[in-house]
Each structure stands twice: as C-alpha cells, then as structure tokens.
C-alpha cells in the first residue's frame, strides 16, 4: 500500500516517519519530494584501467552549490534531507519528471529498506547530447513510502547505514563473492534425477 500525503505528514509529526529538513511544499499526493546536496564524486578514470566487483573504486570528490553533468556522463550526488525509515516501511526512489525531461536520469537502484538511516545517495546519468547544469536545493527526485504486511525481521543493517554524504559502491565489501560452477551443479542435479521415471 503507497502512504498517501495525510498518512505522511502525520507519521513525520509524530516521528514514526523522520525526514530532515523538511518543507511541507516538499510532500506530494503520494510521495515527498527530496532536493539536491552539495557532495558528488565522480569516478576517477584514469586512475582505473577496470571496474571491478572487488576491488575499491576511486572517486574524485566535489563539494560545491552547483554541478554541471557533460552529455552521457555519470556521477554520484546525494539528498539534503536525512531519512529513517521504520521497520514496516519501505521506500522507492524516483525520478521527478520533469527532471526526467530534460534526460537527467535519477537512480538505477532506487530502493530504501526498511531500517535504513541516513541520506540518499543518487546516481545520476545525463542521457543527452547537452550539458546540465543543476544547483544544490532544487528538487532533484521523489520517494514513494510503502506500508509493508508486518515489521521487517532483519531491518537494514548494512554497509551504507548511516551515510551522510554521497557514498560510493561499496560492492567490494560484499561476503557473498563465492564462485558456483553450474556445471557441477547441473550434473549433480541430473545424476540425482537421472533414475527417477514417470510412473
């Protein structure tokens, strides 16, 4: 179920729901608006012959009022508004269309877990053939909350949790880097299976 505006100016005015600071023209129909930050990075490619899943990537860092994205060029910005999310909520992160218009594309992984604290790092790609030039304040994208069925039992714990700035892929740091060979995989699932008989 997407919260509508009366649902989320009462849970922000209780505090179930924090999102600082914030301006009541920011809170849509259904979803708040969340404006630019001063802090980008940008990655640093000629430091770089690859990008890989583990080994860190180098970003150069920019803090300033104001950026100007170059045509089919990537970077990273982040929100000015702090964000906690309860544990029976969760959080998409949207592109405002008439951002979109321009061909500023916000996000290709705009989710928010339940649990999450912090601000919202975007990734930004100008998809057009002109540069764009954006200022920190205005409003760059939206987030639309969802009520989920019941409380999350592992909220988010993760390695963004609390970050109050643009962050960078954290990829490198991910556990789950175990190779499987789908080979062995398939053979021993066919091995297992290679007796049994329609009967």
Request: glycine share 8%; charged share 25%.
């Amino acid at each position: 179920m997407i919260l509508s505006d009366k649902t989320l100016k009462d849970m922000i005015a209780d505090g179930a729901l924090v999102l600082t600071p914030i301006d009541e023209k920011s809170i849509q129909p259904a979803s708040i608006d969340c404006r630019l930050g001063n802090h980008f990075l940008i990655v640093e490619s000629n430091q770089m012959d690859i990008i890989t899943l583990d080994s860190e990537i180098k970003y150069r860092e920019i803090t300033s009022d104001s950026i100007t994205i170059p045509p089919h060029t990537f970077l990273l910005a982040t929100t000015q508004e702090y964000l906690e999310v309860p544990d029976d909520l969760t959080a998409f992160v949207e592109g405002r269309s008439s951002i979109g218009r321009i061909g500023l594309f916000i996000q290709n992984a705009g989710w928010v877990d339940p649990g999450f604290k912090g601000r919202i790092t975007l990734e930004l790609y100008n998809a057009g053939s002109l540069p764009i030039k954006l200022e920190a304040g205005k409003r760059i994208c939206q987030l639309v909350f969802c009520k989920m069925d019941r409380k999350a039992e592992n909220p988010y714990k993760g390695k963004y949790q609390g970050q109050k700035v643009t962050v960078g892929s954290q990829v490198y740091k991910d556990e789950d880097r175990v190779h499987v060979d789908i080979n062995a995989q398939m053979h021993d699932f066919l091995g297992d299976t290679k007796d049994m008989s329609l009967s």
